[in-house]
């Protein structure tokens, strides 16, 4: 019997040249007379160690890496495909700390099962979710979601079973159109966060199985996933997925044998951070300028093409399955305050240590930060993390012992948006950070609102003023009244969190922008 | 490739996807990778096609970063400009890659080689600084690295 090896096929893997590895396995094997079967996993999210080739040895799971090709030849000497030692050796996979610190509730197979085998899936606790939904009710579905306690995952962080019963219970338009849809949020801009991307590309049926769920749960047949157009990766994993899980009769007219339908399409977006809004996605799924809408109507009354419709992130969807199966009670189990559940957190940007950390909540960001992610990967102090994408507040060290939660971060001024924490050196210039937040918001402004869509350009210029030294503390007024318009005048997140990254720059590192401490101290 | 050999491959990307819901952008996106880019005589067909105006069609196609309205070079760069790669020295890679190619963001080189292009993530914010080299990724860029790219894609 051949050995599995597995070498992952996603994208961050591949991007420090995973795909070279799996090439030179395969020649290397075949020359040896070594019989190995190589799976293109998904991530475990450990990247420092990307690429992470693991070896199934009887017992346990063998890992090695950062594996690079000219590394093969001398870990095939080793024994490696017994589970041997070598310099690259981590142990059985199971036991890196990085690992055994997590709950992995969402991220339980990414990493584990191949990305493409609905048989894998099974094997490994996949459907049971499904399984459990299709003998209740739809009420009692949602009832579980609600119990839960899970909140969006994608930003908003409002409860997901209330938007589900929203849905539920709208009447369609009685004009015979019975049409209700599920939406996937896969639009993931946000700098430093890579989380749906990693799952769509590790284990795709799991968002499929939560998208069925939500359709059994409210009524809907017909579910998009919108997929951002720099996730190639993500869109052939999870067509395959949905190929797959269609030829198996897990999608389509009659889900598993149940007489009920539901199907799902992948489609692409074409690069316009916005479409992470709820509602300018849906305007560009109907085929439009993906400019936000004014809410009321909510998606959930008039969505997709004016028919009820769930939007969800595809954390949020992803969630779903092992509250059905294991119950909702579990799962509210994790986690603190009103934040219930695991959150599977993006360490990212100059951290020594960067990957994936599902965990419930309540951990601090210093604990994050410098114990989970190692401090910084240039070794040199952490003066800032951003926490929540280009939207997010910057926190200086000062404040790590804010809890990762939704009303914590609120209390500071932050936000938790999609889980991602950006790591800055003591190198970064705040001041740049703070331009870099307005530029930002200029280049994807949908266009529809003053605020953003004038404010934002305007915001660069003044700041780039205040970097030039000229009027600083006229212009840094400006600023400070500008974003208090943006704030309360937006439309949406865009223009209205704008002010998060700029405000909290100005308020924790006066000096970057030629500000004198006190004078901030005095602001306040 | 000459004009005449474009509108076919537009009428072909308008029967394949002009039935589902919401066609626009299932079929801007298969014009641009058959071929290539978004033609101006493409514009009132497809706008016949869904039955909106040439001047809707116009608002849709210069509303998204990804649809171009003339030929990109031979290869395309697409570096990541945001916070992640930021924090790992992507200001100094956009640099040192935008003066060796001799391009600025958002511009093709004279000799038709090579686009460079910012985007706002890639997804790769543990492997930053992050870039995609007509379609393939590649991760923790240095300098080296970066000067490596724009011999790759001169030659």
Known sequence: ?524 | MPATDEMPLVRAAIDSHCGVEGAALPILLAVQETVGYIPDDALPMIAEALNVSRAEMHGIVSFYHDFRREPAGRHVVKLCRAEACQAMGGREVAERLSRKLGVDFGETSPDGRVTLEAVYCLGLCACAPAVMVDGRVVGRLDGEAAERIAKEVQA
């Not at chain 1, 459990?132 to 908003?156: C, H």
């Not at chain 1, 865009?494 to 990254?501: D, K, M, Y």
């Open chain 1, 1 to 524: 019997m051949s050995i599995r090896v597995f070498v992952p096929g996603d994208a961050g893997a591949v991007a420090v040249g995973a795909d070279a590895v799996a090439v030179e396995l395969e020649e290397l094997a075949l020359e040896r007379g070594f019989a190995i079967d190589i799976v293109r996993n998904g991530s475990r999210g450990l990247y420092w160690l990307e690429p992470l080739v693991e070896v199934e040895t009887q017992a346990r799971r063998m890992a090695y890496g950062p594996v690079r090709p000219e590394d093969v030849a001398s870990l095939l000497d080793a024994g490696m495909l017994e589970g041997g030692r070598h310099a690259l050796s981590l142990g059985p996979t199971e036991e890196i700390p990085f690992l055994m610190q997590q709950t992995r509730l969402t991220f339980a197979r990414c990493g584990v099962v191949d990305p493409r085998s609905l048989g894998d899936y099974r094997a490994h606790g996949g459907y049971e979710g499904l399984t459990k939904a299709l003998t209740m009710q739809p009420a009692e579905i949602v009832e579980q979601v609600k119990a839960s306690g899970l909140r969006g995952r994608g930003g908003a962080g409002f409860p997901t079973g209330i938007k589900w019963e929203t849905v539920l219970n709208t009447p369609t338009d009685g004009k015979g159109a019975e049409q209700k849809y599920i939406v996937c949020n896969a639009d993931e801009g946000d700098s430093g966060t890579y989380a749906d991307r990693m799952l769509m590309e590790g284990d795709p049926f799991l968002l499929i199985e939560g998208m069925t769920i939500a359709g059994l749960a409210v009524g809907a047949t017909k579910g998009y996933i919108y997929l951002r157009s720099e996730y190639p990766h993500a869109e052939i994993v999870t067509n395959a997925a949905i190929a797959a899980a269609r030829h198996a009769g897990m999608l389509g007219a009659d889900v598993s044998g149940s007489g009920k339908a539901f199907d799902l399409e992948v489609r692409m977006g074409a690069g316009a951070y916005v479409c992470g809004e709820e509602t300018s996605l849906l305007e560009s799924l109907e085929g439009k300028r993906g400019q936000v809408r004014a809410k009321p109507p909510l998606p959930a009354h008039k969505g997709l093409f004016g028919k009820p419709t769930v939007i969800n992130n595809v954390l949020s969807f992803a969630a779903v399955p092992y509250i059905l199966s294991e119950g909702a009670e579990a799962y509210r189990d994790f986690g603190m305050g009103r934040s219930r559940g695991t959150m599977p957190i993006q360490l990212a940007g100059n951290v020594k240590h960067g990957g994936v950390f599902e965990m419930a909540f309540g951990l601090t960001l210093g604990e994050l930060v410098n114990d989970i992610g190692g401090g910084t990967a240039s070794g040199r102090p952490v003066r800032a993390v951003q926490v929540g994408g280009p939207l997010g507040a910057y926190f200086p060290p000062s404040l790590f012992d804010t809890p990762f939660d939704y009303e914590a971060l609120t209390a500071r001024d932050g936000l938790l948006g999609h889980g991602g924490i950006v790591v800055f050196d003591d190198t970064v210039d705040m001041a740049a950070q703070a331009r870099f937040a307005f530029e930002f918001c200029a280049i994807e402004s949908c266009g529809k609102c003053t605020p953003c869509r004038l404010g934002a350009v305007r915001g660069t210029e003044v700041m780039d003023r205040v970097i030039a030294g000229t009027d600083v503390e006229a212009n840094l007024t400006l600023v400070e009244d500008l974003c208090e318009t943006m704030k309360l005048g937006s439309l949406c997140a865009l223009g209205g969190f704008t002010p998060f990254p700029v405000m909290s720059a100005l308020r924790h590192y006066p000096e970057d922008f030629g500000r004198a401490p006190e004078r901030a101290a005095a602001a306040e």
